[in-house]
């Protein structure tokens, strides 16, 4: 064999040396050979596990479910999941309801409802739900109050959940918001109200609306065919969705030839385009009502008792539960019932000033209490002598009543002097906004004729 070699060319001893000792590494190195042949398996096996269609479409980073024994998922480390399904239940609030009906009628313990209201101050809204809201209860399997829910609004919900230390906690969702300003404008042609509801305002904004003009306008009697309004006020949306108005932000009325503009700041307040309060010291009106029924009159025949005497206050006629505010700062000197007034409320104020509130469904503050202007102190009713839901309200200056609908207030603070640049540069702002759309609402009703 070596002669055999030896008479070989040059080259081809080359190719047999190289071939021998690419032989001899094969011999030498069988684990590397063994992994070859291990990855030839493993991809026998997935070709045999996966179709020929879900092989092709396989991708770096694509999870395939697996089978997996279920003894096995019990014990593993990475199921940690293990909260309870909660069951809910939604129950409606009828009339003559009170929470602790609520709770019994959900299948809960007076024990439940204490540990939720006893929460704190947010909790508290749930002894002032009305007919027609609802809660949401959440148990566990063992019937256990896990999460209540209770829509406050359409933007707020208030969310009381079971902790782990076996006591209840409270926290209040709040959906995003998205503000949003518009305008509207009118002339009045039969009534304020009427052109109010044309222009697209809500009821809402329009006593609004008067409850800002309210100290310099008598919406009962002021008002005259042609006065005009335009207003610039927030509309608000949840994922685009309307939901309702909010502030007026700006608004302008012209009563018999007078001007007057109002512009609200962020105290909440509104002022003049020069920095003077909208508001005076007391309220002409202190209901958001929707007529007067009766005037200040020295003599009128009464209704009831059929015969003549003078009438020492004004009548706002409104629905019954409507909210009746404190026209002024002031101390509550009678909070009482009688079979002529009613349910009625007496405050006192600075300066020998007496404001009377009569004929209320509930009256919301007691003797001696002490008041703000616009604090609620009773709703509208039919209490007494009365025919029909409205407040009757007297305004009393050292002992002799005035009409309250006629006699000088006394004004309010201007803005703070050191808010009064702000408020100025809001302000021309605004007013600008207004002109800008009342010229384009002259214009659209000048093309529309």
Known sequence: MQQLVKQLPKQHKI????????????????SEKANAYKDQSVQALNQKIM??????????????????????????????DNSPQLQWQNV???NGDNLA????????????LYKVTSVGKQTKILTKIHPGQSIAFGADDNGVLQQLRYAQDE??????????????????????????????????TSSFWNAGIEAG???????????????????????????????????????GEYINTGHILAAEFVNQGDVYRAVRYKDGEYYTPEGRSMRKA??????????????????????????????????????RGTPVVAAGNGKVIRSAYNKYNGH???????????????????????????????????????????????????????????????????????????????FLALAQQKIAQLESNKRVLLAHNSNSK
């Open 155 to 188: 933007v707020d919900t208030l969310v009381v959940t079971l902790g782990d230390d076996d006591k209840y906690h409270a926290s209040v969702e709040s959906k995003e918001v998205e503000v949003r300003e518009q305008f509207a404008g009118a002339k009045i």
């Open 15 to 30: 190719a047999i040396c190289a071939l021998s000792t690419f032989v001899l590494l094969l011999m030498i190195l069988p």
């Open 51 to 80: 179709s020929d269609d879900a092989a092709n479409q396989l991708q770096v980073g694509q999870i395939y479910p697996v089978e997996v024994d279920l003894v096995d998922l019990a014990s593993s480390d990475n199921d940690k």
């Open 92 to 94: 409606t609030v009828k």
């Open 282 to 319: 007391f309220l002409r009106a202190p209901v958001n009502f929707k007529y007067v029924s009766s005037s200040f009159k020295p003599r009128r025949f009464h209704p009831i008792l059929k015969r003549w005497k003078a009438h020492r206050g004004v009548d706002y006629a409104a629905k």
């Open 201 to 239: 305002l809500s009821e809402n904004q329009i006593m609004n609306l008067a409850n800002i003009f309210g100290w310099d306008i008598d919406f009962a009697n002021d008002l005259r065919k042609d006065d005009q309004f335009s207003v610039v006020y927030e509309t608000r949306y949840i994922n």
């Open 344 to 422: 009625h409320v007496f405050i006192e104020h600075p300066g020998g000033i007496v404001t009377k509130y009569l004929h209320f469904s509930k009256r919301k503050v007691k003797l001696g209490a002490k008041v703000k202007q616009g604090e609620v102190i009773g709703l509208v009713g039919s209490t007494g002598l009365s025919e029909a839901p409205h407040l009757h309200f007297e305004f009393i200056v050292n002992g002799v009543h005035r009409n309250p609908r006629t006699v000088k207030m006394p004004k309010a603070n201007p803005i703070a002097s050191k808010e009064k640049n702000t």
């Open 101 to 112: 009906i609520l709770f019994k009628r959900a299948g809960f313990s007076a024990q439940t």
